[in-house]
C-alpha cells in the first residue's frame, strides 16, 4: 500500500513556474514508476510526465516536453514536477499516481494506477 499527498498548485498568469510535489508513504520500496496526470472539467485525464526512479529514466508528454521536468529528492520519498512557461491551456487538477507493486506506467492509461493522491489545482490565466 502507498499513500500519495500533493501540493504546491496556485494561480499564476501566463509564463509563470510552478513546483508541485508529491509525499509518498507505505511501501514505497514495491514503486517502479511513477506518473504525473492532470485533468481539466469536461476533458478526459491525461498523462504528463513519468519518471523511473531505479535507473532515472524520465518520459515527457508532447504538449509539456521542454516546459516541464519530473524528478525525486535524495530520499526517493517525493516526487516534483517543475513547471517553466506555464499556458492558460496547462490550467487542470494535477495527481501523481503509481501502480500496483511492480507494474508498468503507461502515459495513455490512467485506469492502470491503483495509486493516487487527492489532486492539487492549477490554474494559468491570460
Known amino acids: 500500500v502507498v499513500q500519495l499527498v500533493e501540493s504546491g498548485g496556485g494561480s499564476v498568469q501566463a509564463g509563470g513556474s510552478l513546483r508541485l510535489s508529491c509525499v509518498a508513504s507505505g511501501y514505497t520500496a514495491s514503486v517502479s514508476c511513477m506518473t504525473w496526470f492532470r485533468q481539466a472539467p469536461g476533458k478526459e485525464r491525461e498523462g504528463v510526465a513519468i519518471i523511473y526512479p531505479r535507473d532515472g529514466r524520465t518520459y515527457y508528454a508532447d504538449s509539456v516536453e521542454g516546459r516541464f521536468t519530473i524528478s525525486q529528492d535524495n530520499a526517493e520519498n517525493t516526487l516534483y514536477l517543475q513547471m517553466n512557461s506555464l499556458k492558460p491551456e496547462d490550467t487542470a487538477m494535477y495527481y501523481c499516481?503509481?501502480?500496483?507493486?511492480?507494474?508498468?506506467?503507461?502515459?495513455?492509461?490512467?485506469?492502470?494506477?491503483?495509486?493516487w493522491g487527492q489532486g492539487t489545482q492549477v490554474t494559468v490565466s491570460s
Open positions: 499516481a503509481t501502480p500496483r507493486l511492480d507494474g508498468v506506467c503507461p502515459i495513455h492509461y490512467p485506469r492502470a494506477y491503483s495509486y
